[in-house]
């Protein structure tokens, strides 16, 4: 989900606006203050969520992989302590881990639609990523294999809502 920082205002951005400040056409805010984009590599989860729920992004992407004008980060934490130290930053990141480190960073609203688990569930709040769990089932010790049947149990789908994380059936 595109992420503001917490020094920022609450804004929402349009799908085409989030296009226009990734080809660099859009580089301020309504309020005059410049766009700090901070960006994910290409090949990130992130990324690749956004190529494939929004025309257009992967064009708007290759358009502005070249002018200098985003920071592209390699992780995850580093997104996350850019977007706390960078004013009016604007980057990727997901509801989950902002809401289990209780993060101040401000969601951002894309078409006038929240980034909640409500609205990722019922599909209208495109931008996804799928988490998962791989193993090999001939290696898998006991422990683990009661974990996973817990994480797929109601309160393991319970405790997976309230950080923001959509459950798998």
């Known amino acids: 989900m595109p992420g503001m920082s917490s020094a920022g205002p609450d804004i929402a951005l349009t799908a085409a606006e989030l296009l226009s400040i990734y080809r660099g056409d859009k580089l ?14 290409q090949g990130d989860s992130s990324v690749a969520s956004l ?9 708007a992407y290759a358009a502005g992989a070249d002018t200098g004008l985003w920071t592209v980060l390699y992780s995850e934490p580093t997104m996350h302590e850019a977007l706390l130290m960078v004013p009016f930053a604007l980057g990727l990141t997901d509801l989950g881990t902002v809401t289990i480190e209780r993060l101040p960073i401000k969601p951002v609203p894309i078409d006038g639609i929240a980034p909640t688990p409500d609205n990722l569930a019922n599909g209208r709040y495109p931008f ?6 791989v193993w090999r089932e001939d290696m898998l010790p006991d422990s683990a294999r009661a974990f996973l049947e817990f994480v797929r149990s ?3 789908a319970r405790i997976l809502r309230s950080h923001g994380y959509l459950p798998l059936r």
């Not at 301020?28 to 590599?41: N, P, V």
């Not at 190529?51 to 064009?59: M, Y």
């Not at 996804?128 to 769990?133: D, I, S």
Request: hydrophobic residues 40%; glycine residues 12%; aromatic residues 10%.
């Open 28 to 41: 301020r805010w309504d309020s005059g203050r410049a766009i700090a984009l901070l960006t994910r590599e």
């Open 51 to 59: 190529k494939q729920a929004l025309p257009g992004f992967a064009e």
């Open 128 to 133: 996804t990523m799928t988490l998962g769990f």
């Open 154 to 156: 109601d309160e393991g």
